[in-house]
């Protein structure tokens, strides 16, 4: 961390130069809003030479967008959007050139002219001390205003491209995380944790310090101390089927050789302004090689899965499921009935056959899995292992999914054959288990009076 501090310090003391060569260059001219001074500011970046005076205002401007209120933000976001667009008559030009002569050098050129000037600010933005820091939370500020405002999709795509190189696999460092890790640190792992909370420091304690538990994240030099997605994960004897059983205060630990199985019961990721850039294939594959280096004695290697689309997606089915949809919604319309084991022996068929049509049958827009969860693993190569009913009985899985829980399993041998199959046919590899339930009798419809309306 020395070298990376010295560096920042050498970067502040050449801003602050430029800074005094900025304001000794300055002349007073016509008021103008802190929008449009921020924007003139922008342009005034994009052609400067100096390094010392680029930084210093690189440095000016991300301060001053983090002062702007949220309808100068907005506004912002819009300049950047029509102002700082490719240069439409260098883009002709170079397509001229390219349609007379279609050589490499007029395609270099042609490229360089189509990029829009606002990556380039942006990459100067990114120079500045804690610039890209800066720059994460510019595009969270983006991303929360695209419903209102499509356009600047153009906008979030030039992000988007920047930031997949800036935090590619080869800048990201795994750092086991446990109950000696920095107090600050272990603050943000209990507030990022988007899966299961963490109610206080004795849970955070639960989960960290037993020999059998194991937290790793990814962080990037340029964030200090600030995680990007972490993992937990538990060392067991078996694939565990209930969350309860993972996060029980009073079960026992056991010694890590004892354990044959890690079991992967949360991913979280920390950073919303790097939302859609892919952490997590990279963070299972580590952690399972380190793991493996650990603790030799582990042969199996699954998650413990949510399903949070899952309550959604069935509200929405028709009398066309090949499960009874109306009755099973409205025994799950019924208070307590996971408590009630008559009413779960009824829910339990109905519910895993409507699972596995879920996870087998139903698609998004795109021809993949409706599940996001599901998307991940499948395109990570693990299997879908097993359906785990009132898997979580806690009242936020009883309302997104019904306290379904699935195990996906990383099979070592077969994780490339299953990624293949993923990618280039859609396939979900599932287990016989979980296939059977998606032709099982119990788990169709009771009512249908016609043969059409017995699928799907």
Same mark, same amino acid.
């Given at each position: 961390m020395g070298t990376l501090s010295s560096f920042r310090d050498m970067l502040d003391a050449i801003a602050e130069r430029g800074r005094r060569l900025v304001a000794s260059s300055q002349r007073p001219g016509k008021k103008c809003t802190a929008m449009e001074a921020l924007a003139m500011r922008c342009e005034e970046l994009l052609s400067s030479k100096g390094e010392a005076s680029g930084l210093a205002l690189a440095q000016d401007i991300l301060t001053g967008w983090a002062a702007l209120n949220e309808d100068e933000q907005r506004a912002f976001m819009r300049t950047l959007l029509e102002r700082f667009g490719a240069d439409d008559?260098?883009?002709?030009? /170079?397509?001229?050139?390219?349609?007379?002569?279609?050589? &490499?050098? %007029?395609?270099?050129?042609?490229?360089?002219?189509?990029?829009?000037?606002?990556?380039?600010?942006?990459?100067?933005? %990114?120079?500045?001390?804690?610039?890209?820091?800066?720059? @994460?939370?510019?595009?969270?500020?983006?991303?929360?205003?695209?419903?209102?405002? &499509?356009?600047?999709?153009? #906008?979030?795509?030039?992000?988007?491209?920047?930031?997949?190189? =800036?935090?590619?696999?080869?800048? $990201?460092?795994?750092?086991?995380?446990? =109950?000696?890790?920095? /107090?600050?640190?272990?603050?943000? !792992?209990?507030?990022?944790?988007? @899966?299961?909370?963490?109610? +206080? =420091?004795?849970?955070?304690?639960?989960?960290?310090?037993?020999? +059998?538990?194991?937290?790793? /994240?990814?962080?990037?030099?340029?964030?200090?101390?600030? &995680?990007? !997605?972490? #993992?937990? #994960?538990?060392?067991?004897?078996?694939?565990?089927?209930?969350?309860?059983? $993972?996060?029980?205060?009073?079960?026992?630990?056991?010694?890590?050789? +004892?354990?044959?199985?890690? #079991?992967?019961? *949360?991913?979280? %990721?920390?950073?919303?302004?790097?939302?859609?850039? *892919?952490?997590?294939?990279f963070l299972i594959k580590q952690v399972v090689e380190e793991l493996r280096r650990e603790e030799p004695g582990l042969r199996n290697f699954v998650t413990l899965s949510p399903v949070p689309g899952f309550a959604r997606w069935l509200n929405a089915a028709d009398k066309t499921a090949t499960w009874d949809a109306d009755l099973l919604k409205n025994l799950l319309a019924q208070p307590g009935w996971h408590q009630d084991d008559a009413a779960a022996a009824q829910v339990r068929p109905l519910l895993l056959g409507a699972a596995a049509h879920y996870f087998l049958d139903a698609r998004n827009g795109g021809g993949r899995p409706v599940d996001p969860v599901a998307r991940f693993h499948l395109g990570n190569g693990a299997r879908l292992e097993r359906l785990n009913f009132l898997g979580d009985v806690s009242a936020r899985a009883l309302r997104e999914s019904c306290s379904l829980m699935v195990n996906y399993l990383y099979k070592l041998d077969d994780i490339e054959r299953n990624h293949e199959a993923y990618a280039e046919r859609g396939e979900v590899v599932a287990s016989p288990e979980v296939r059977k339930w998606n032709t099982a009798p119990n788990s169709r419809k009771t009512t249908a009076k016609s043969p059409e309306k017995t699928h799907a």
């Open positions: 008559a260098q883009l002709d030009k /170079a397509i001229r050139a390219y349609e007379a002569q279609r050589s &490499p050098e %007029n395609l270099a050129l042609l490229h360089e002219a189509a990029e829009p000037r606002r990556q380039e600010l942006i990459r100067r933005l %990114n120079a500045a001390p804690k610039g890209t820091a800066s720059l @994460v939370h510019m595009r969270e500020a983006l991303l929360r205003r695209q419903a209102s405002m &499509p356009e600047l999709a153009v #906008v979030d795509a030039d992000f988007s491209h920047l930031f997949a190189s =800036w935090f590619n696999r080869g800048f $990201l460092q795994l750092q086991s995380i446990d =109950w000696t890790t920095p /107090a600050h640190i272990l603050e943000k !792992i209990i507030h990022y944790e988007a @899966v299961h909370a963490i109610g +206080d =420091w004795s849970e955070l304690r639960r989960r960290l310090a037993p020999a +059998d538990r194991r937290c790793f /994240a990814f962080f990037h030099p340029q964030l200090v101390d600030e &995680p990007l !997605i972490f #993992v937990e #994960v538990a060392l067991t004897r078996s694939m565990p089927e209930k969350i309860a059983t $993972l996060l029980d205060e009073k079960r026992e630990a056991i010694a890590p050789g +004892d354990a044959d199985t890690a #079991v992967f019961y *949360s991913i979280s %990721n920390c950073q919303p302004g790097l939302r859609g850039i *892919s952490f997590g294939n």
